[in-house]
């Protein structure tokens, strides 16, 4: 069983799109959908504890012992008692994702940057891919033996090329890649949370609000089953059962989101001002697009160009008025869309 691509065609990680996967990534999509429209979705506050959930998360899945209330304080600038390893992953963390949204997923140089910027003060060749073979151990039993040092570069480089060019949904190619970087294992050390960050990272470029969900703290909360797809995985030589598990862990992350971000009083399946169906969603999205691209369309425009009538347009223009996304300026004939 062998993953390295020993010839020059394009390399393919190994993987089935199942039923099952087809309908959570649909779901996901309506859910992730359905968040995006509610109003004030995250607010500062939220953001930053989410943020401090995630790096306390992804952290303790590698042994950090520190608490929420301890990565807050250091997000703070606060002082915070631990051991100088555990106080260095913290702040290399913090930095971490606080830059995301300046990293490329597909650029081998922000790959290397980011661990760097995630491992500084706890290793000596951070930023670096290792040079010497590595296993993965449980006890004293080997349950990982990555491929030889000398085949990281260019296994990288084949994973990037085929993330860049791969016509899967995201949710599907951040997984993929998460199990295939795991695979690889191209640093001496901190690649399961640079696995879980460049997911982030890749599902952020998808939507922005991923860059906010703690998904690595409910990956945290089934750790031992994330390891069994990981084991399982490559037990069989492809991704399959790691993209379900990463799946399962995204919908969760979106639906514990949703109940924290709920209004106050209201089911958390109706949010004020929420689309009543998939549809009304789909023609609200499909106008702020429009809209996007000109915003001296009119509501005659809209529903020719989306195939509905002026009674569905006026009333998703009315819902996306209510949720302070879209206002009006000037009259009806002379006026503009302006996007809020």
């Avoid at 001496?188 to 460049?198: A, E, I």
């Avoid at 991704?239 to 995204?250: G, W």
């Avoid at 169906?277 to 999205?285: A, P, R």
């Amino acid at each position: 069983m062998s993953k390295i691509a020993e010839n020059k065609q394009a390399y393919s990680p190994p993987f089935e799109i199942t039923p099952a996967i087809l309908n959570q990534v649909s779901l996901i999509s309506e859910k992730i959908g359905e968040l995006s429209l509610q109003k004030n979705w995250l607010s500062p506050q939220l953001r930053k504890s989410n943020q401090i959930k995630t790096i306390t998360g992804t952290l303790q899945i590698e042994g950090n012992t520190l608490t929420e209330e301890q990565v807050s304080a250091l997000f703070d600038g606060k002082r915070v008692l631990g051991s100088s390893r555990e106080l260095a992953e913290v702040q290399g963390a913090i930095v971490a994702y606080q830059q995301l949204n300046q990293l490329d997923p597909l650029r081998v140089e922000d790959l290397l940057n980011a661990h760097t910027l995630l491992m500084a003060d706890v290793l000596k060749n951070e930023g670096h891919f290792r040079k010497q073979s590595v296993g993965i151990h449980k006890g004293d039993k080997v349950i990982h033996v990555a491929p030889p040092a000398h085949k990281v570069s260019g296994l990288m480089a084949d994973l990037l090329t085929w993330l860049k060019n791969s016509e899967h949904h995201p949710l599907i190619t951040s997984s993929v890649f998460h199990y295939e970087f795991e695979f690889i294992h191209p640093f001496m050390d901190g690649n399961g949370r640079m696995g879980r960050l460049w997911q982030t990272l890749i599902l952020s470029r998808w939507n922005p609000l991923f860059q906010y969900l703690p998904l690595e703290s409910v990956v945290r909360d089934h750790q031992q089953s994330y390891y069994q797809a990981l084991a399982q995985a490559d037990s069989e030589a492809n991704a399959t059962v790691f993209i379900a598990f990463m799946l399962n862990a995204i919908l969760q992350t979106i639906e514990k989101n949703a109940t924290v971000n709920a209004p106050a009083n209201a089911p958390v399946n109706a949010p004020v001002n929420a689309p009543v169906n998939l549809q009304e969603m789909k023609t609200i999205e499909a106008i702020l697009v429009l809209v996007s691209q000109n915003t001296q369309i009119t509501r005659q425009q809209m529903a020719k160009q989306l195939g509905k009538d002026i009674r569905t347009i006026a009333r998703a223009i009315k819902q996306l008025q209510q949720n302070n996304q879209l206002k009006r300026v000037g009259s009806d004939k002379t006026g503009y869309w302006e996007l809020l």
